[in-house]
Nanobody, 125 residues
């Protein structure tokens, strides 16, 4: 079991930056692939970024590539999403997620097992 709590959302102007953090509890964290998703009302949840156990492997959606960076600190049980050059279309509720994984790899967006409660990110134009 992994419990997840996100923080760091808020309101920012276009072109600005935000840093989302996800605090994880539970012994399974170090063997969990981690990811960030986002969802806008009326639209499907989008898989934004993923990271493997060790942090050596990452995945980014094309829509955020070059602007967002996912990282993890296994000693502190945290996962971070650094978001730069934010655009109004980045406005969404952002969710942290964890996936049980038998290998040190990034997992597909449909394979996540545990979810946080979400944090709102609003980018004004």
């Amino acid at each position: 079991q992994v419990q997840l709590v996100e923080s760091g959302g808020g309101l920012v102007q276009a072109g600005g930056s935000l840093r989302l953090s996800c605090a994880a509890s539970g012994r399974a964290f170090r063997r969990s692939a981690m990811g960030w998703f986002r969802q806008v009302p009326g639209k499907e949840r989008e898989y934004v970024a993923g990271i493997s156990w060790s942090g050596a492997l990452t995945y980014y959606a094309d829509s955020v590539k070059g602007r967002f960076t996912i990282s993890r600190d296994n000693a502190k049980n945290t996962v971070t999403l650094q978001m730069n050059s934010l655009k109004p279309e980045d406005t969404a509720v952002y969710y942290c997620a964890a996936a049980n994984s038998v290998r040190d790899t990034v997992v597909g967006g449909t394979l996540y097992d545990y979810w946080g409660q979400g944090t709102q990110v609003t980018v004004s134009s």
